[in-house]
């Protein structure tokens, strides 16, 4: 399970960076409950489209969402190279499906830039912020609030 890092510091933030659809992506550490490998869920008739279904996590039921397909990229055939990302926004637990894990990293404040005006505005829905590197990187800060639908599971 990932905790707090002591790295946060004011002007700084401790995030983890992910794969989608070929694309890259952060959230910040705090909501992340742990990291998991794919495991095949249990379908809810007449859910959206971008939701896979839910896992049993540890006697708690837990909807997962295919990032790819809420964020437009089309949907994410899984397979066991797949990775949830188990968040906790609020009081409610979801997983997040994605490519893969990058790293875990610490980001200046002074990084972090607002999307642009020119961009669709369900991509600055979805987006809260863009992530810049000396390197010309950039990683793409994900507003889980917007992104996340209210599932109507009873998350337990």
């Known amino acids: 399970m990932l905790q707090n890092s002591a790295h946060d ?3 700084r933030r401790d995030v983890v960076s992910f794969r989608v659809a ?3 992506f952060c959230i910040d550490i705090g909501v992340v409950r742990e990291i998991r490998g794919w495991t095949p869920t249990t379908v809810l008739p ?5 939701v896979k279904g839910v896992v049993n996590l540890r006697g708690s039921v837990v909807a997962v ?3 790819s397909a809420r964020l437009g990229f089309g949907p994410t ?3 066991a190279r797949h990775i949830i990302i188990i968040v906790m926004i609020g009081d409610q637990t979801i997983g997040l499906l994605a490519d893969v894990v990058s790293d875990i990293l610490t980001i200046d404040d002074t990084a972090m830039r607002q999307v642009p005006d020119i961009a669709s505005e369900v991509a600055r829905d979805f987006i809260s912020k863009v992530v810049t590197f000396d390197d010309g990187r950039m990683l793409r800060k994900i507003d889980l609030a917007r992104v ?3 599932l109507g599971v009873e998350l337990a």
């Open 9 to 11: 510091t004011p002007g």
């Open 22 to 24: 070929e694309q890259d």
């Open 46 to 50: 007449h859910s959206q489209d971008y």
């Open 65 to 67: 969402v295919d990032l």
């Open 77 to 79: 055939e899984p397979s």
């Open 148 to 150: 996340l639908p209210e």
